[in-house]
């Protein structure tokens, strides 16, 4: 019997969440050029998940947390939820003051603010990471 292996890419999405808002990027390339994403990226050689939600956070949106401050939400490894290939993320979850500025940065297009209410379309399956937050109930005052 011969045995196939595929491909699996690891990222790390974050949902940021400050006063009923969550933090989004529009993407600057595809998949899903121009539409508005969780950050997030590849998780490097030699680094958790944990820390390369941290770091794809600051790169993308300027906003830094500590990679000890993200509370796990999940894993989401659906094997169509990027178009690309086989992609397998942990998704972490940062709460941080109103008003945290925000900045542009790396491969995101663009960073704002959206109240959690009146969201844009989103990229890959990153509603449904968002829904699994809302899900938890309110003890963050989402």
Request: proline share 8%; glycine share 8%; aromatic share 8%.
């Amino acid at each position: 019997m011969i045995e196939t292996f595929e491909t699996i890419r690891y990222t790390a999405d974050v949902v940021v969440v400050s006063a009923g808002r969550v933090l989004l990027i529009e993407r600057g390339w595809d998949p899903y050029e121009g539409h508005w994403a969780l950050p997030g990226g590849h998780v490097d050689p030699g680094e958790t998940s944990r820390a390369a939600a941290a770091r794809e956070l600051a790169e993308e949106t300027g906003v830094h947390v500590a990679a000890a401050d993200l509370r796990q939400i999940g894993v989401w490894d659906q094997p169509d939820r990027d178009p690309r290939g086989r992609y397998v993320t942990a998704a972490y979850l940062a709460v941080v003051p109103a008003g945290t500025p925000i900045a542009a940065g790396d491969d995101a297009r663009s960073a704002r603010w959206w109240p959690l209410n009146d969201l844009p379309p989103l990229a890959f399956d990153h509603a449904d990471i968002l829904r699994a937050v809302t899900r938890q109930g309110d003890p963050l005052n989402l």
